[in-house]
């Protein structure tokens, strides 16, 4: 099972991650992510599964086609096909401050320990690592820098401004 990072926890990763365009899949037990391709048949399993429903975007997909669904789930993930392929961070950004999503962002597919930092400046809040990775030095990774530069989704004062708190 995958490992997740999470509120600075390590933990398995439990969601199933349903692929794109299922006809009618049958549910299986447990949390699953559904394509955001298939919203409607996530909007209805949110009421009626026994486990946790969320819902997943690929780099290239628009997160404007489903906006006025994305609060109805606890849990968005969004999937790096390629560790070099950065559309995701973009898509974190926007669905924290465009569309106000509040609850579990969650970072999936090709991402290496030396992204989490900025994953996390970006707005994701949970992390899918590779079986490759080292959980141990994936929550070592979210403490990288002490202080930042510039202002992010995440909300953290850049050090322009703490330099005039002093």
Avoid at 32 to 46: E, G, P
Avoid at 63 to 72: G, K, M, R, S
Avoid at 82 to 103: H, I, P, Q, T, V
């Amino acid at each position: 099972m995958p490992k997740l990072l999470k509120d600075q926890q390590i933990s398995n990763d439990d969601f199933q991650i349903l692929q794109q365009d299922p006809e009618e899949p049958v549910l299986p037990d447990g949390n699953v992510l559904f394509h955001v391709s298939s919203i409607d048949q996530a909007v209805k399993a949110n009421g009626l599964h026994k486990g946790q429903v969320g819902i997943w975007f690929d780099s290239d997909d628009e997160p404007e086609t489903v906006a006025n669904a994305l609060n109805q789930f606890e849990i968005i993930a969004v999937n790096f096909p390629r560790f070099m392929d950065g559309r995701g961070y973009s898509l974190a950004r926007l669905l924290r401050e465009r569309f106000d999503y509040r609850g579990d962002i969650r970072a999936i597919g090709d991402i290496l320990v030396d992204q989490l930092y900025y994953l996390k400046r970006c707005g994701f809040s949970s992390f899918r690592l590779r079986e490759d990775q080292n959980p141990d030095y994936a929550l070592a990774a979210l403490t990288t820098f002490s202080t930042d530069y510039q202002t992010a989704a995440d909300k953290l004062p850049p050090v322009y401004r703490l330099r005039h708190q002093l």
